[in-house]
């Protein structure tokens, strides 16, 4: 099973390119306590809302719902 912010990064590399998707994704996670093992559903959302609050400059507010969903599918 893929860890949380490598999940992340890899549906946000198409659209931010590998690297900054990476240190986005390890960085969030860090700032929300996201790491090995469980993470309540509180927090996903909180991150899950990060995500795609961040993303609407990039990719415009439909697809950033979207591409924040992508990230946490099959967790909830």
Do not use: W, Y
Not at 17 to 26: E, Q
Not at 30 to 58: C, N, W, Y
Request: proline residues 4%; charged residues 20%; aromatic residues 2%.
């Amino acid at each position: 099973m893929m860890d949380v912010p490598a999940r992340i990064a890899q549906v946000l590399t198409p659209h931010l390119g590998a690297n900054t998707a990476d240190s986005v994704a390890r960085h969030l996670c860090a700032k929300h306590g996201v790491g090995e093992g469980p993470v309540d559903a509180s927090t996903m959302t909180a991150l899950q809302e990060t995500i795609r609050r961040g993303l609407v400059a990039f990719v415009g507010a439909q697809q950033a719902e979207e591409l924040a969903r992508l990230c946490f599918r099959g967790d909830r």
